[in-house]
């Protein structure tokens, strides 16, 4: 039987739930056109949700068995079933475009990693941006017909985000021209790579190259692993899945151990970088070469994960909160909506502007990266370095604030939220992942803190700087502009940027101070390191601050605009409101001020009320991705709860098999 949660067409039009129907109607805004802001445009929002379609209106995928039900080996191959029909449908309907097979896919796999993601998402990147044309030519049509399917082999047992520390050997032998792939120990087994474990027949592989007894670091090697046609590992080639993670049922995160296993020379990834046949090393131009896959992904993560993550979360909170009617605000009379009590929309308007926030950023980010992407490709690398800090710290940031703010709104939708039904739990799954997947968010905040520091080095020289670090020479107010009533954008962007400075300026001037107390570099940089990632941590605050005003300063629609302005107001107020310490520190901040932020805050509660549940509506979510009772878009709830609960595998017989354990105790009884 098909489940309550994924069966409903795009949008309904009837049987709207009356509490929802009163709130869309007070939207003062076309939430439609808020959605083209979000997809980029019209044109977008059309591509992606004729793609939805297919999905949504596909039986073999709408008539599929509940996830929540099914076992981890269920999830798998149910993953896998529909991997293949993924692929089916592309190759039938000649979809080519890779904006419309994402879309696509985002329906597919509904909060879903499937088996096959890492191939498009990871492997075909590589090879497009680390192939000579040869290369390209041999390998990336096969995989674009999903003729060889592969992934991305990096993390080891042992290291992860220390790609330096990695062990795997890729020595070069001369009198074969072949490379000689090893895994020398226990930890340098590959461990995690999605698909790894059953599902892909190839694998980018990050090892040590050693050519004429000399090491010359990390590089990328395609290695095939399983044969063809009977999918049976190859000779020296261990693999398998990790076993169950938290979340993630659907992929198969495997291990591989390589024992001496041999590919040929050019199976070295050699666009900017060159073995010669008789082992001579040409060094690359750069040692950074290999980052744009990496900033690619982080680029990707913030926007495809956090925040739609949080975005998706706040829609179901916000919207149940409008169903469910608890307590009494005033005694006698009728339970007011949840929504409407003061506590629960301080929990969860911040929620909403943050996946805005996020939202807004990971757009101006993924924007950048295309942008110098083909400067970086052509070799010009000169906008790497603030590309790869601010790609780092960003999906750092949004990663850890989608954490905890799903986990928020879940706690906000009160028992029903712990229930699978809610949707959350499997929202939480595959967006916590996020804060230790390609970086450990810590070890990111610090590598985007030393571009920082260097950045702060060179404006204490009076060196000019440009990009995202310009407002460290910048000359501001030494005191808060804030006054009561509306903030001004920018008397909130000049908190933003003073904060940011005065952490980035007190950890280096801590971090330069144990230096000339005799400390070698590296002690003083780990006895700095909180104070450094916080001094991340508030640049890339700044960051989404700044891409925030970018998406609304420039919006045609007067009623738009004024609702994201509120929103803006709110993020911008909230994050001061919790940061309040930094900026009371060197008096920048008066009690006073910080008052006046508290206020507002609250002020601006009552005035997104009205909105709240058209400003969700906008993120244009179905409710397959969805996947909540609590959440869906007519607002029946409790039936459709009783019915998925009804459907429960425990509820196939009034008697469960396991009662015969209880029997014998039970059948004692006199009563």
């Known amino acids: 039987m098909a489940s309550p949660i994924l069966t409903m067409p795009r949008f309904v039009k009837e049987n709207i739930n009356p509490e929802l129907r009163k709130e869309r109607a007070k939207a003062n805004f076309d939430p439609e056109q808020i959605t083209y802001v979000l997809d980029g445009g019209d044109y977008l929002t059309k591509k992606r949700r004729e793609m939805e379609a297919l999905a949504c209106e596909d ?365 959350i739990p499997k929202i939480y799954v595959q967006t916590t992942a996020a804060c230790t997947y390609e970086g450990e968010n810590t070890v990111l905040y610090l590598q985007t803190a030393r571009y920082l520091v260097k950045a702060y080095q060179q404006s204490q020289r009076q060196q000019s700087l440009t990009g995202g670090v310009s407002y460290l020479s910048e000359r501001r107010n030494k005191k808060s502009t804030i006054e009561a009533g509306r903030l001004t954008v920018d008397a909130l962007l000049d908190a933003y940027k003073h904060r940011a400075t005065w952490l980035i300026a007190s950890a280096c001037k801590k971090y330069t101070k144990l230096q000339a107390e005799g400390n070698e570099s590296y002690q003083a940089w780990n006895l700095t390191s909180v104070e450094l990632a916080a001094a991340a941590q508030a640049h890339v605050h700044l960051y989404v601050i700044e891409a925030f005003i970018e998406k609304i300063s420039n919006l045609s629609d007067a009623k738009v605009s004024a609702v994201l302005h509120l929103l803006f107001e709110l993020y911008a107020a909230f994050g001061i409101s919790n940061n309040a310490a930094e900026l009371l520190a060197d008096g920048y901040l008066s009690s006073r001020q910080l008052d006046f932020v508290n206020d507002r805050v609250l002020s601006l509660l009552a005035e997104i009320r009205p909105n709240a549940v058209g400003l969700v509506d906008s993120f244009d979510f179905t409710d397959r991705l969805l996947g909540s009772i609590l959440g869906r878009y007519d607002g029946n709830v409790y039936e459709n709860l009783f019915k998925w609960a009804k459907d429960s595998p425990l509820n196939k017989s009034e008697v469960h098999d396991s009662y015969k354990y209880l029997k014998p105790h039970l059948q004692q009884s006199k009563l």
């Open 59 to 423: 039986k073999a995928l709408t008539e599929a068995p509940d996830y929540n039900f099914l076992s981890r080996p269920e999830k798998y191959n149910e993953a896998m079933r529909k991997a293949g029909h993924y692929i089916r449908t592309l190759k039938g309907k000649n979809v080519a475009d890779r904006a419309d097979s994402y879309f696509y896919g985002n329906l597919v796999f509904p909060n879903e990693i499937s088996p096959i993601g890492l191939h498009s998402g990871m492997f075909i990147p590589t090879l497009e941006s680390q192939c000579t044309q040869e290369q390209k030519d041999k390998w990336l049509q096969k995989a674009y017909n999903y003729e060889m399917i592969g992934t991305y082999a990096q993390t080891e047992l042992g290291h992860g985000t220390n790609v330096r520390g990695l062990e795997t050997t890729a020595t070069y032998d001369p009198r074969t021209e072949q490379f000689v792939l090893h895994s020398p120990t226990l930890t340098s087994s590959k461990w995690w790579p999605g698909g790894l474990g059953k599902t892909c027949n190839h694998a980018i592989v990050m090892a040590l190259l050693f050519t004429k007894g000399e090491c010359h670091g990390i590089h990328g090697f395609l290695v095939q692993l399983r044969d063809f046609k009977t999918h049976q590992p190859l000779q020296g080639v261990t693999l398998g899945d990790i076993g169950p993670k938290y979340g993630f049922d659907t992929i198969d995160n495997g291990f591989l151990r390589l024992n001496h296993v041999r590919i040929p020379r050019d199976n070295m990834l050699m666009k900017s970088v060159q073995v010669l046949k008789d082992g001579t090393y040409i060094k690359p131009k750069s040692d950074k070469h290999a980052y744009g896959p990496m900033i690619f992904v982080r680029a990707m993560i913030v926007l495809d994960q956090a925040a739609r993550g949080i975005a998706q979360a706040a829609t179901i909170a916000i919207r149940y909160s409008c169903i469910r009617r608890q307590s009494e605000l005033k005694p006698g009379d009728l339970e007011p909506q949840i929504l409407d009590f003061q506590t629960q929309q301080y929990k969860l308007f911040p929620l909403l502007a943050s996946a805005y926030a996020y939202w807004f950023a990971g757009l101006k980010m993924r924007e950048t990266y295309f942008m110098l992407n083909y400067e970086i490709q052509q070799g010009n690398i000169e906008s790497l370095p603030e590309l790869h800090a601010s790609s780092s710290g960003l999906k750092a940031f949004t990663s850890n604030g989608a954490m905890s703010g799903i986990e928020l709104c879940r706690l906000a939708c009160g028992g029903h939220g712990y229930s699978h039904a809610s949707g």
